[in-house]
């Protein structure tokens, strides 16, 4: 694809965004590599160096709490994830993250649906969002789904209990394997079904549900828009198609749909 073509798309998906009703977001990974933050699939990506994640962490975590979280200070120490975990306390939102911001702020962007946990949407002003994947500065009852910053409960002995109802609380971080809460899930599927554009930013698309959005949404007669600077398996289903690293697409979009709302 040349620049007259990446143009054209650019400007294409502008004018689908900005004639929208109802513009949905669903973002990845990529959407903070320009922040830093590896990816976590593809070269240099976590689980490309460490492997996926077994479906089981998350039984193990029922089955023995206090033994989990002993194993999970443990893990702390592997160079891989001690890299990761840096990378993502050092991270500060990039232009691409601004520019969603931008978007919500101008009402054209209803929702950001994020997979990412850096809690980096919110550093850059975002309010309206469904953290599908939780958020690594909280922590979360898995009974009752109340939240607190995740230093709530420091100096406590495993396992933590929800001083509320009493269940089991666990970082946000919704782990392979664990159901994703009730509420953010509805959430997701609610403004899903209202939307009538969605932009997958920087996602591979291999994670469900998160990954079964944007047909959803074609489905229901909306647009689908990819923005990414490689291919992924939802890419031939894409209504438009802007390639490049979103730190950079993500403000001329927005630019141009500014231009062109007024
Ligand atoms: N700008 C935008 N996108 C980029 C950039 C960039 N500069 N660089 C890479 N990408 C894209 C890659 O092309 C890829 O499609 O980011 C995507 C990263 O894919 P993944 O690492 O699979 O991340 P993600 O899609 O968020 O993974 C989904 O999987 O492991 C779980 O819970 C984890 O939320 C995560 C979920």
Redesign the pocket.
Known sequence: MNAADHNLNLEQAAQRIARSRYVVALV????S??SGVP????PG?L?TKLGEPTMNGYEDFLRDPAAWWNEQQSQQHNPDRAHFREAIERAKPNP?HFALADLEKMGILKMTIT??VDNLHAQAGQEKLAEI?GNRTKMRCITCERKWHRDHFEGESYPLTCPECGGLVKGDT?MFGEPIPRSVLETCFYHTELSDCMIA???????YP?ASFPSLVQGNGGIFIE????P?PLSNSADLIVRG???ETLPKLVDRIRALSQ
Do not use: K
């Open positions: 990845g990974a990529g959407l590599v320009e990816t976590f699939r593809g990506g689980w691409g997979q990412n994947h919704v930013i920087g996602t591979s698309a291999t994670v998160a923005a990414n600077p490689n992924t690293s979103t730190g």
